[in-house]
């Protein structure tokens, strides 16, 4: 695990909202799993004190990259960088999405929930599994490539939710498994499809994981358990992000 300040080696701007951030790790590059995710900020600010959590989006030989949607003060300040900047860096960390057996995976993303599907469909494809991709986002700024895109405004791919999309594919196909990251309602109705159809799915969870270790608990989600009062709670740094969608109280 990495907890130090490093370098960036790159950095590109996609659009207004979005950018990638690339940083060397060397061979340990090689170890990092899909659905893994890294905390950093910039160590010559103050505030904010926390650093934000970012998932992986791809790793290519010792880089790691990282695509990071504008939204806060702290991401603010990373699309300020420039390469040769530094990033204080903690990771990585977490779960990852589990390769199961079967030849068909569906993928399903919502906005900033794209980058840690993009490395998972390379190591799926990697392991020789069908994957089709369905992808949404508020607007065309929201939108990268997928085998089907959906937006809130119709101004890119088909107008509506991907959920939409997912019901309206899972009628005529039925995949091993689901795999899934994105804002929180996205995430309740891709479950709803998924047991209807009886698939197996897997979702990454976007909670604001202000330590990454499991220690502050802010992130904590509600789950399901044996115990007397049937639920418990979870960190979604530490236990997580990825969860079987069935183990979470979806309200």
């Not at 999405?97 to 998972?120: E, H, N, R, T, W």
Request: aromatic letters at 10%.
């Amino acid at each position: 695990m990495y907890n130090k300040i490093l370098q960036i080696k790159s950095i590109e701007h996609l659009n207004d909202a979005y950018f990638v951030i690339g940083i060397e790790l060397g061979e340990s590059a090689l170890e990092i799993l899909p659905g893994q995710f890294f905390e950093m900020k910039r160590p010559e600010f103050a505030h904010p004190m926390l650093r934000k959590p970012i998932s992986v989006y791809d790793v290519q030989g010792s880089t790691v990259f990282f695509m990071v949607k504008k939204l806060g003060k702290g991401t603010q300040q990373l699309s300020h960088l420039k390469a040769g900047d530094e990033l204080d860096v903690l990771g990585p960390l977490g779960n990852c999405f589990p390769v199961k057996d079967g030849s068909m995976a569906i993928l399903v993303s919502g906005g900033i929930g794209y980058p840690p599907l993009f490395y998972l469909k390379k190591q799926l494809e990697t392991a020789g599994k069908t994957v089709y991709w369905l992808h949404g986002g508020r607007c065309n700024d929201d939108v990268f490539p997928a085998d089907e895109t959906w937006t809130d405004d119709g101004s890119c791919g088909k107008r509506g939710f991907v959920s939409d999309g997912l019901s309206a594919y899972l009628e005529n196909v039925t995949p091993d498994v689901i795999y899934a990251c994105g804002p929180q309602q996205m995430l309740k109705a891709v479950h709803q499809l998924a047991e209807k159809h009886q698939v197996p799915l897997y979702v990454s969870l976007e909670e604001y994981m202000a330590c990454g270790i499991g220690v502050c608990h802010g992130c904590a989600v509600k789950v399901k358990t044996d115990c007397e009062i049937g639920v418990t709670y979870k960190t979604v740094c530490k236990d997580g992000p990825v969860f079987d969608s069935r183990e979470i109280v979806w309200e």
